[in-house]
């Protein structure tokens, strides 16, 4: 029969239930750091001194300045100063403040009495303890500062509380009140000097005017311009307007120069209406219309004809003379209007010339009064400052600090808080117990779940044995343990390689991990099921199997090697139908190596011819040789684990001595599991209770019945 293929298992993955596993399994730990921890936080909470706490509500202003002495500046126009609730912080923890409260309520002497056996503590000590009680924290989105102190003694917590409001409130007073003098100080100096200057600069005015011969009505701005505004407002009109109409008048006369005689004649009457020249040229039409009727009776030469001829030729004689006059006359006008619009330019001219002049020459008299006007001016503006600081002083800085609420007595302690220091200690507690047992899980590199066991040892689990498990010996068939061990005895038979190999040596690591109890119920399955099988106690130097068969160990397997009993004499029978025991015997101390013998391998030769099965029960593998021995000389040597008991890097020794021997290595048997906190080990071994054992008994006698006429009966056979 092929072994089972063992297939490279799928990386480790945490799941939510791995993690419930290890709640559910350091529990102990869980619970016990957990009271622990509310225990102490309970006992801490209730040794700790109580404490009152008082407060007391200021409302703070930020200070201001009115450089400009207009008296209009309010603490609510000013900008808003992300930093001075802080500011106000520090300063009402510095020295400036807290000294001021230790000397009125004489701290350094009461808290020395009261906590230093009566010596006197120096202002820094004090002042160090009085920060560690006090409080200060703003009121969200106001101008308000919650100060607050705590103490054993409730009537010292809202004094000293009422102290530091009152300290700080006189602190801002007085830096006010030092700022402000400093100020009347500085504006009275500045007074001084600016009334010692405008003296001189009236002495220098008074100078320059006597010197210039300037007459005062002439104005303090600057001398009085030779035309006033209103005659150089008309005579600037005066230009603009001739120099309007020369420019008309000289682009008519320009147009009409540029017309040929006759259309002259036409165009000047419209442009220049002349009454002469109009009549001229009345009597011009009318003669040549005269003349075209005659023409139509008379000829050329008639002298009624040759009259109105010469009648037309005096008109345009006298017509020509005319236009030429009045070309002329335009002439002369253009050339008028041109000479007192230049006489008009030069008068404005001379005019800012002359006041230019003027006004250079007198220039450094109006410089010197200006400069005393403004001196005056600002004389009279510190003066105004001078008086509003002076009221500034006299006026009382209440708005600057406000006590809004003070502080009274509390009622009841505040610390410790018992209801948030308990729940906390409780919260603390859990987390600590639960960080603990992972951490304690995360050290612990024993054996924890099949995974565990095929990831690491490359090898199969043939079985899972529940926790707290009897001997089937004394259960008996109906055990509801004996699944699991039928479970173990099927993945045995279907992991050898060859009927015939029926010697199997159980072994562990280390001592206690249940190979003996493995053995024997093992052993009883098997011949429950009908097999012959041997029982063979091999632990020579601890020996127990015969306490649990009840028989005695004067004769055993040491017997037979040493030659002095034969191999029927040593065998027992024991309750179990087809179950036989052969104990350890009574080992000299001078065979120690016996297991090695030809005889020993002699024996299992022979009770292999005798035997279905031999199952030998060994000492922990890495505790002494003869388990190798037995692994070297035996066909299947299986692995005894027990769950979170040996670190794994010694239970893989322990496979490495077996392979190292030469022993044929099928598998791994967990042992000792607890079902009820790894779910995981329940669908392996635990589905057999549920569904056998809840059938009623008729069922369950009809089934075990059937058993040995089927799958038992066959296996039978072949051994």
């Known amino acids: 029969m092929d072994s089972v293929k063992n297939f490279a298992p799928p990386e480790a993955r945490l799941h939510f239930l791995d993690y419930w596993r290890v709640i559910r399994i350091r529990k102990a730990i869980i619970i016990t750091v957990f009271l622990i921890t509310a225990i102490i936080a309970t006992a801490v909470t209730f040794i700790l001194p109580e404490s009152y706490a008082s407060t007391c509500r200021i409302k703070v202003e930020n200070d201001f300045t009115d450089n400009l ?47 230093f056996n009566g010596e006197t503590l120096k202002t820094s000590e004090t002042m160090s303890i009085l920060k560690g009680r006090m409080s200060l924290a703003p009121v969200r989105n106001t101008k308000l500062i919650a100060i607050t102190v705590y103490s054993d003694d409730k009537n010292e917590a809202a004094l000293m509380a009422n102290a530091i409001a009152a300290a700080y409130k006189t602190y801002r007073i007085e830096s006010r009140q030092q700022v402000v003098s400093k100020g009347l100080e500085t504006l009275k100096d500045q007074y001084a000097m600016e009334e010692s200057q405008i003296q001189t600069n009236q002495a220098k005015v008074d100078q320059l005017r006597k010197a210039l011969g300037i007459n005062e009505t002439m104005g303090s701005a600057g001398p009085v311009p030779t035309l006033d505004d209103a005659a150089l407002q008309r005579i600037h009109e005066n230009l603009l307007e001739g120099e309007q109409t020369y420019k008309q008048s000289l682009a008519l006369l320009n147009e009409l120069k540029s017309q040929d005689k006759d259309k002259l004649r036409d165009v000047l009457p419209r442009a220049y209406p002349d009454s002469a020249l109009s009549s001229m040229l009345d009597q011009l039409h009318e003669a040549q219309r005269k003349k075209a009727s005659l023409v139509i009776d008379y000829s050329i030469s008639n002298n009624i004809v040759a009259r109105v001829q010469t009648l037309i030729d005096t008109l345009n004689q006298q017509i020509d003379d005319c236009v030429a006059g009045i070309m002329i006359g335009i002439t002369s006008t253009v050339n008028s209007k041109k000479a007192a619009l230049d006489a008009l330019t030069e008068k404005v001219a001379e005019a800012k010339t002359n006041d230019l002049m003027e006004a250079a020459r007198n220039q450094p008299y109006y410089d010197s009064k200006r400069d005393l006007e403004q001196r005056r001016d600002m004389h009279k503006l510190l003066y105004s400052k001078i008086k509003a600081e002076e009221l500034d002083i006299a006026m009382p800085k209440t708005f600057m600090v406000q006590v809004t609420d003070s502080a009274e007595p509390g009622k009841a302690p505040v610390k410790p808080n018992k209801t948030v220091n308990i729940v906390l200690g409780l919260i603390f507690g859990i987390i600590m117990g639960i960080g603990l047992a992972f951490f304690i899980e995360y050290l612990d590199t024993s054996v924890k779940t099949i995974d565990d066991v095929e990831r690491t040892f490359q090898a199969p689990v043939l079985g899972v044995i529940p926790q707290n498990i009897g001997y089937l010996l004394e259960e008996g068939t109906e055990s509801k343990h004996a699944e699991a061990y039928r479970v173990l005895r099927t993945n045995l038979l279907f992991s050898r390689k060859d009927d015939k190999l029926n010697t199997i040596v159980v072994v562990s690591a280390g001592a206690g991990e249940g190979k003996s109890t493995t053995t024997i119920n093992l052993a009883t399955v098997f011949a429950q099921a009908g097999n012959r099988v041997l029982i063979v106690d091999s632990d020579l130097r601890r020996p127990t199997l015969h306490k649990l068969f009840k028989v005695a160990n004067n004769l055993g397997l040491t017997n037979y090697l040493l030659k002095q009993n034969a191999l029927a004499e040593i065998v027992q029978t024991t309750s179990v139908p087809n179950l036989d025991f052969m104990a350890s015997g009574k080992l000299p101390n001078s065979s120690m190596g016996i297991l090695g013998s030809a005889q020993m391998k002699e024996m299992i030769s022979e009770l292999k011819q005798r035997y279905d099965f031999i199952l030998f029960d060994s000492p922990p593998i890495l505790g002494v040789s003869d388990a190798s021995i037995l692994a070297s000389e035996v066909d299947l040597v299986m692995q005894v684990i027990q769950y979170r008991r040996y670190p794994q890097p010694m239970t893989i020794r322990a496979k490495q001595m077996i392979e190292k021997v030469g022993g044929n290595f099928v598998g791994i048997v967990l042992n000792n599991i607890n079902m009820s906190q790894d779910e995981g080990y329940y669908y392996y071994s635990g589905y057999y209770h549920d569904y056998y054992y809840s059938r009623n008994p008729a069922e369950q006698e009809a089934e075990t019945k059937a058993a040995p006429a089927t799958g038992d009966t066959e296996i039978k056979q072949k051994y």
């Open 69 to 115: 002495g207009s008296g209009s500046v309010t603490p609510s126009q000013m900008p808003y100063d992300p930093y001075f609730i802080q500011t106000t912080f520090e300063i009402m923890q510095s020295q400036l403040v807290l000294s001021n409260v230790i000397s009125a309520m004489n701290l350094n002497a009461e808290w020395g009495r009261k906590y």
